[in-house]
């Protein structure tokens, strides 16, 4: 079992910065890959980013030069920098700890909303 714990969340103007921070706990072990989904209201939850326990590093294609994802593999910690934020960046974002070696572990964060507004 693995606890995802986030933080970081809340109201930003556009073109503010929120940084939002994951904490792993439990069993986890690698290679792994952790990273940041969202989900605005009636739409479907899809990929901000993921970065693996080796390092390689993927973002979706509207959150390329705004968002930046990195990892303290020693803390178990996952952290998304957002910069540039836009209305349509408002959601619930959430963190993931996804392995897959034999069976497939997926685990998911509670939740922390981002909203971005005036």
């Known amino acids: 079992q693995v606890q995802l714990v986030e933080s970081g969340g809340g109201l930003v103007q556009p073109g503010g910065s929120l940084r939002l921070s994951c904490a792993a706990s439990g069993y986890i072990f690698s290679p792994n890959t952790m990273g940041w989904y969202r989900q605005a209201p009636g739409k479907q939850r899809e990929l901000v980013a993921t970065?693996?326990?080796?390092?390689?590093?993927t973002y979706a294609d509207s959150m390329k030069g705004r968002f930046t994802i990195s990892r303290d593999n020693v803390k178990n910690t996952v952290y998304l920098q957002m910069n540039s934020l836009t209305p349509e960046d408002t959601a619930v974002y959430f963190c993931?700890?996804?392995?897959?070696?034999?069976?497939?572990?997926?685990?998911w964060g509670q939740g922390t909303q981002v909203t971005v507004s005036s």
């Open positions: 970065r693996t326990s080796g390092g390689t590093t």
């Open positions: 993931n700890y996804h392995r897959a070696v034999g069976s497939v572990h997926d685990y």
